[in-house]
């Protein structure tokens, strides 16, 4: 069974920055595409980031310009850093690694932005 361990969030003032990092336990075969989702208490769960193939990233256009998602050249790690925090992005971040079989979600992370 595959699992996905994410790592680096936190509580950061307004203004800071946090790194998440997402790694497979082990290699994934056919992954199209891998991202970060979050979630905020009694609401939908929403689209962060992805990428696909080497640099074909996407982002939510509340985080355009402050968020960016690479891969590591072992392609199973994923890692989101966000910059110019706000206290609206406070949620629980999700990492996901979609394939041919199914998708992949971590446990999630909570990041707390504070003003």
């Known amino acids: 069974q595959v699992q996905l361990v994410e790592s680096g969030g936190g509580s950061v003032q307004a203004g800071g920055s946090l790194r998440l990092a997402c790694t497979a336990s082990?290699?994934?075969?056919?992954?199209?595409?891998m991202g970060w989702h979050r979630q905020v208490p009694g609401k939908q769960r929403e689209l962060v980031a992805t990428?696909?193939?080497?640099?074909?990233?996407r982002y939510a256009d509340s985080v355009k310009g402050r968020f960016t998602i690479s891969r590591a050249s072992a392609k199973n790690t994923i890692y989101l850093q966000m910059n110019s925090l706000k206290p609206e992005d406070t949620a629980v971040y999700y990492c996901?690694?979609?394939?041919?079989?199914?998708?992949?979600w971590g446990q999630g992370t909570q990041v707390t932005v504070s003003s």
């Open positions: 996901l690694f979609g394939t041919d079989y199914g998708t992949y």
């Open positions: 082990r290699n994934i075969f056919s992954v199209n595409s």
């Open positions: 990428i696909a193939g080497a640099a074909d990233t």
